[in-house]
């Protein structure tokens, strides 16, 4: 058997585990993802990855369905948050490019809340794809092989940064109605942009407990900062005796409560933003002050 044959043969019976080896030795790294059209049961999924590969080969991997895991501290949960039908990959050196969109079921409605309540919270967060699929190579022996490949990108920090802005009472509607309106400004330091439909969130005090909600409408959060209109309904009364009285500030907690999108309330988006209390301090004397003066 000639050298060249002998070097094909090694190559031909060790293929499965050099194959295995470059996937294994491959990463994946997510550039952006957006979370669309929520509904209890299903979202729409756009991810856009590079797949980082330092093996000479270039291999085709054939499409595969793969599960989607939470990683907490190198742990997966204990089931996929969803399914997602994966296309044909070409692996290139060093680097190939890749795009996901599709529309896909909620596997674990428990890992997708303990995953959302994560992006919300935490700086950055991890996610695992896991499958089983052919990989060809030229005219070597097609071989199966299993992907599993965790990913750690940027996530929203709890909300740090969260501020309102231009906030106007409406001194003189004391009704019910909503008496207060202004912007919300939301920082998104990650990757993702969520739809999240209509939120609301309750306004508290330390000292009168809850003092109204506020909802900001279609809130959609995208990379960067972002800065959403607001409504809200205040109780006045309780607003006043929760100021102080020197310094005409007032500290206020904000608490999600609902997220509603096509009139369905989203669970896992609530439970998140119930679990990131916000605080914050407004100078109630100067909003007031504006209020009435038309600034």
Same mark, same amino acid.
Request: a neutral charge.
């Given at each position: 058997? #000639?050298? @060249? =044959?002998?070097?094909?043969?090694?190559?031909?019976?060790?293929?499965?585990?050099?194959?295995?080896?470059?996937?294994?030795?491959?990463?994946?790294?997510?550039?952006?993802?957006?979370?669309?059209?929520?509904?209890?049961?299903?979202?729409?999924?756009?991810?856009?990855?590079?797949?980082?590969?330092?093996?000479?080969?270039?291999?085709?991997?054939?499409?595969?369905?793969?599960?989607?895991?939470?990683?907490?501290?190198?742990?997966?949960?204990?089931?996929?948050?969803?399914? !997602?039908?994966? *296309?044909?990959? =070409?692996?290139?050196?060093?680097?190939?490019?890749?795009?996901?969109?599709?529309?896909?079921?909620?596997?674990?409605?428990?890992?997708?809340?303990?995953?959302?309540?994560?992006? !919300?919270?935490?700086?950055?967060?991890?996610?695992?794809?896991?499958?089983?699929?052919?990989?060809?190579?030229?005219?070597?022996? #097609?071989?199966?092989?299993?992907?599993?490949?965790?990913?750690?990108?940027?996530?929203?920090?709890?909300?740090?940064?969260?501020?309102?802005?231009? /906030?106007?009472?409406? /001194?003189?509607?004391?009704?019910?109605? *909503?008496? &207060?309106?202004?912007?919300?400004?939301?920082?998104?330091?990650?990757?993702?942009?969520?739809?999240?439909?209509?939120?609301? &969130?309750?306004?508290?005090?330390?000292?009168?407990? /809850?003092?109204?909600?506020?909802? !900001?409408?279609?809130?959609?959060? @995208? *990379?960067?900062?972002?800065?959403? *209109?607001?409504?809200?309904?205040?109780?006045?009364?309780?607003?006043?005796?929760?100021?102080?009285? @020197?310094?005409?500030?007032?500290?206020? @907690?904000?608490?999600?409560?609902?997220?509603?999108?096509?009139?369905? =309330?989203?669970?896992?988006?609530?439970?998140?933003?119930?679990?990131?209390?916000?605080?914050?301090?407004?100078?109630?004397?100067?909003? !007031?002050?504006?209020?009435?003066?038309?600034?």
């Amino acid at each position: 058997m #000639s050298r @060249k =044959h002998q070097h094909f043969y090694r190559v031909y019976v060790a293929m499965p585990k050099i194959a295995q080896k470059g996937v294994d030795d491959s990463s994946l790294e997510v550039t952006e993802f957006k979370f669309l059209n929520p509904s209890s049961s299903a979202i729409t999924l756009y991810q856009s990855n590079i797949l980082h590969s330092p093996s000479m080969y270039t291999p085709t991997l054939d499409p595969f369905v793969a599960a989607s895991y939470l990683v907490t501290n190198g742990t997966f949960g204990s089931e996929p948050i969803i399914y !997602i039908n994966m *296309p044909s990959i =070409h692996a290139l050196h060093p680097s190939s490019v890749q795009t996901v969109e599709q529309r896909v079921a909620i596997s674990s409605l428990e890992q997708l809340t303990e995953y959302a309540t994560q992006v !919300i919270a935490k700086e950055y967060v991890s996610t695992a794809l896991t499958g089983s699929t052919i990989l060809h190579e030229g005219k070597l022996p #097609s071989t199966r092989i299993r992907y599993n490949t965790t990913s750690t990108y940027r996530a929203l920090n709890g909300l740090n940064g969260f501020n309102v802005t231009n /906030v106007r009472i409406n /001194v003189t509607n004391t009704d019910g109605s *909503p008496n &207060m309106k202004g912007y919300a400004y939301i920082p998104n330091p990650s990757i993702m942009t969520i739809e999240m439909g209509n939120v609301t &969130m309750t306004l508290s005090t330390d000292k009168a407990g /809850v003092i109204g909600t506020s909802t !900001i409408p279609n809130m959609t959060l @995208k *990379p960067g900062n972002n800065t959403l *209109p607001m409504t809200g309904t205040l109780n006045q009364t309780l607003v006043l005796s929760s100021t102080d009285t @020197k310094t005409g500030v007032m500290v206020m @907690k904000i608490t999600g409560k609902d997220c509603i999108y096509n009139g369905e =309330h989203l669970t896992y988006y609530e439970k998140a933003l119930s679990q990131n209390v916000l605080s914050l301090s407004l100078n109630v004397q100067q909003i !007031i002050k504006d209020s009435l003066t038309g600034a």
